[in-house]
Every structure is written in C-alpha cells, then in structure tokens.
C-alpha cells in the first residue's frame, strides 16, 4: 500500500477534513489549520499555548510531519500530528514503523519549564522562613480553597522542621469568578500595609478551622473579625482600614493576580520551587532534593 515501507500502522485519534483558506501562503495556511485542529480535537484550554515549529515531509505520502509546542503550565510539551499538502486532511495520533513509534520519536520528550523566580516580584510580598534559604517557595493561594489550607498545614510543618532550609512566598490568587472570595483576599493583603508578621496573624487565622467557617460571613462580618485579631496583639488598626478604603489591598491582589497569569497559573494552590513549576502537593522528598536531609 505504501512503497516502500515493510510494516506500518497509524493510531488515529481523529482525521479531520477541513476545507481550504484561501488567500493564506501555503506554509501559514498548514500552521493555522493544524494548531486550530489541535485546539478543537484535543479540547485544549485556551490560556494554554500552541507554536508551530515545524514542518517535513513525513513517511505518509502526500503528507507532512507538522511539529507544534504545547505550553503547559509545569511543562513544553512537543507533539507531531500530519496534515496533507492541501491542509485539509489532518492525523492526530501515532505513526509505527516496524514496531517503532515513529510520531514519538519525532516529537521528542516532555521538558519541564522553568520559571524565571525574578518575575515572581517576590519582594511585593509577605514571607516566613529564612532569607538565605537554599529553597525558595512561592504560592499563590486563596482563602476559600480547602486544598490551599491543606497545602499550608504541610508546609507550616515544612516550616518547623526546615526553619533554615526554606523561605515561603505568599502570593494572592482569589476565585476570579467569585466576588467575595476577591473581597476576602482584598481585606487579607491590606493587612500587609500594617506589616509582615500582622499580615501572618490574619494569615493562620484564615487557615485556621475557626477561619474557615467565618469565611462563610459576609465581608463585614470578616473585615471586624480581622481588626478584633489586630487590636488585641497591638497592630495599627487605622492603618489597615486607610489600606481597604484607598485600595491598596486591591492592588496588591491584582499585582499578585497578574504575575500569576504571566507564568499562567490556572488554580489554586500552585507552587513553585526554586523555580521549578510543582503539580499537585509540594513532597517532603521533592524539598529535600533542594535543601538535603
């Protein structure tokens, strides 16, 4: 069927026909159709990147190999697809020859990204631990998410048992879709302007079980509950609500939100160590890799 070639078989997810534009070089044309088709078929997010980086002809006559990069949070993934001369045929799946894996071999493997910690603007922001620690810790957390109050109790005892081994970052990163987790955020970070350690007062407070329920509140209820916990260890309470009333904790939430769409966090809690993007929960075993036993 194809000369040439003693064995082969494609594993197709999809082969879609699509019809062709015109007007378009031939070369942008098989870009476009093929990062468009790879979006729709593989239901890939649209905060997540596609490139085009290639195309050569393939061991499919009439077919090219096009690679792209997919650009996950945590990771540059490469991927191979085929598309015809004409872009309008395009095979997403796998090619073997001879028992070989001839699309994986061509795409290469998964690399994962690395974060530039300079664009984190960590020193915007509240942090515990040591200043010379050996890792560096920056979360972006909210308040009304179970799983960032998990993630803080690991690392509180992280925090204990590493007390020179970790500086942590906190960052804001509040449900976008939800008003009152935006205002819970908002009232948290203008404690900053009282100072750190008042800021991590209000901060375990929120962690706390007590807190979580209160979260349930409206915000006045929350925002009277935060200068009940400054007035009585002595904070300048004035101090945090000229911070509410003029914004400045809206700002702050927004840098924070902002850095955090730049290196395209996507939900909460989200870490990065020493620069290095961490899915799901931050191991013992993965900080120990940085700071030793």
């Known amino acids: 069927m194809f000369k040439n070639i003693a064995f082969w078989i494609v594993c197709v997810a999809c082969m879609i026909f699509l019809p062709s534009a015109r007007g378009l070089a031939q070369e942008d044309k098989i870009s476009r159709v093929t990062v468009e088709t790879v979006r729709t078929q593989m239901r890939v997010p649209k905060e997540i990147g596609i490139k085009f980086l290639e195309k050569r002809e393939s061991a499919i006559p009439g077919f090219f190999s096009v690679k792209l990069l997919i650009s996950a949070p945590d990771q540059d993934i490469p991927l191979v697809v085929y598309v015809d001369k004409a872009a309008e045929k395009v095979i997403i799946g796998n090619l073997f020859i001879k028992g070989i894996n001839v699309t994986r071999k061509e795409a290469g493997e998964p690399k994962p990204r690395k974060i530039d910690m300079g664009e984190l603007e960590m020193e915007k922001s509240p942090w515990r631990g040591s200043a010379d620690a050996k890792a560096t810790i920056v979360e972006f957390s909210n308040f009304q998410c179970s799983y960032c109050m998990r993630s803080?109790?690991?690392m509180k005892d992280y925090l204990e048992k590493y007390p020179h081994g970790i500086k942590y970052i906190f960052k804001h990163f509040p449900f976008q879709s939800q008003?009152?987790?935006?205002?819970?955020?908002?009232?948290?970070?203008?404690?900053?302007?009282?100072?750190?350690?008042?800021?991590?007062?209000?901060?375990?407070?929120?962690?706390s079980n007590e807190?979580?329920?209160?979260?349930?509140?409206?915000?006045?209820?929350?925002?009277?509950?935060?200068e009940a916990l400054l007035k009585e260890k002595g904070?300048?309470?004035?101090?945090f609500q000229n911070a509410v009333e003029t914004g400045k904790g809206q700002r702050r939430v927004e840098e924070d939100m902002a850095v955090g769409k730049k290196i395209r966090v996507t939900g909460t809690p989200t870490t990065i160590l020493n620069g290095n993007y961490i899915v799901g929960p931050l191991t013992e075993k993965a900080l120990e890799g940085?700071?030793?036993k």
Do not use: R
Not at 183 to 203: I, K, P, R, T, Y
Not at 218 to 225: A, L, M, N, T
Not at 235 to 239: L, T
């Open 152 to 154: 803080w109790i690991k």
């Open 211 to 226: 807190g979580q329920t209160l979260l349930n509140s409206d915000k006045g209820v929350v925002k009277q509950k935060i």
């Open 235 to 239: 904070y300048d309470v004035k101090a």
């Open 179 to 207: 008003q009152q987790s935006l205002d819970f955020s908002v009232m948290v970070a203008a404690v900053q302007e009282v100072g750190n350690e008042a800021f991590w007062l209000v901060h375990d407070f929120m962690f």
């Open 290 to 292: 940085f700071i030793g």
